[in-house]
Nanobody
Framework: QVQLVESGGGLAQAGGSLRLSCAAS?????????MGWFRQAPGTDKEFIAA????????YYSRPMRGRLSIARDEHENTVYLQMNSLKPEDTAVYYC??????????????????WGQGTQVTVST
């Protein structure tokens, strides 16, 4: 059974940085697999922010956050990292990682991911 565990969330000041981690276990991943990051603020739907193919070849970023994010994966550690810079108060949300096999045009849809982590809270203060 695939399991995803996020970590690295917490409290940051506006303009600061955080690095989130998503440790995957339970099976061997291939280049067909994608690891995505989503976030959900109170009262809103989950929002796609970034994704990476498991071979690390292709990365996707949401337009609103492009330029402030960097996604990477450590194949040996089975871990995907999300570096977030220049944080803003509106970045406050629960951040989730998920895995699935979406296409390049469906990367942003939650329904194309079949396994989700429990989420990690990110709070950005002014």
């Amino acid at each position: 059974q695939v399991q995803l565990v996020e970590s690295g969330g917490g409290l940051a000041q506006a303009g600061g940085s955080l690095r989130l981690s998503c440790a995957a276990s339970g099976r061997t991943f291939s280049s067909d697999d994608v690891m995505g990051w989503f976030r959900q603020a109170p009262g809103t739907d989950k929002e796609f922010i970034a994704a990476i193919t498991w071979d690390g070849v292709t990365r996707y970023y949401s337009r609103p956050m492009r330029g402030r994010l960097s996604i990477a994966r450590d194949e040996h550690e089975n871990t995907v990292y999300l570096q977030m810079n220049s944080l803003k108060p509106e970045d406050t949300a629960v951040y989730y990682c998920a895995t699935g096999r979406p296409s390049s045009t469906t990367m942003f849809l939650t329904g194309n991911y079949d396994t989700w982590g429990q989420g990690t809270q990110v709070t950005v203060s002014t």
